[in-house]
């Protein structure tokens, strides 16, 4: 088993920044992985790191812009979110793979946190 908590979210005004936090305990796993899940909508990938390599891959929409990152001493991963904008509004999750290569899917991710809201203003 893996446990996640998220922390961080919150209401900021476009251009803003704010940083997620995703403490980890529990087993050894592969992956980290950001995902985010607007209303109405599907759970959308956003980036992932490979927990021991540090490898990492951004979708698109947010390379340049968001960066992620884990310490690995403190088990916690990282999503640092600039120049915010308002379709990046969703509730932000923080996933594990223990089994995926290079996961991009939600049913790639085998333990999930609660989630964080993330509310961008215009």
């Known amino acids: 088993q893996v446990q996640l908590v998220e922390s961080g979210g919150g209401l900021v005004q476009a251009g803003g920044s704010l940083r997620l936090s995703c403490a980890t305990s529990?087993?050894?796993?592969?992956?980290m992985g950001w995902f985010r899940q607007a209303p109405g909508k599907e759970r959308e990938f956003v980036a992932r790191?490979?927990?021991?390599?540090?490898?990492?891959y951004y979708v698109d929409s947010v390379k340049g812009r968001f960066t992620i990152s884990r310490d690995s001493a403190k088990n916690t991963g990282y999503l640092q979110m600039n120049s915010l904008k308002p379709e990046d509004t969703a509730v932000y999750f923080c996933?594990?793979?223990?089994?995926?290569?290079?996961?991009?899917?939600?049913?790639?991710?085998?333990?999930w946190g609660q989630g964080t809201q993330v509310t961008v203003s215009s």
């Open positions: 529990g087993r050894t796993f592969y992956y």
């Open positions: 996933a594990a793979s223990v089994t995926g290569w290079s996961p991009q899917l939600p049913d790639e991710y085998d333990y």
């Open positions: 790191i490979r927990w021991s390599a540090g490898s990492i």
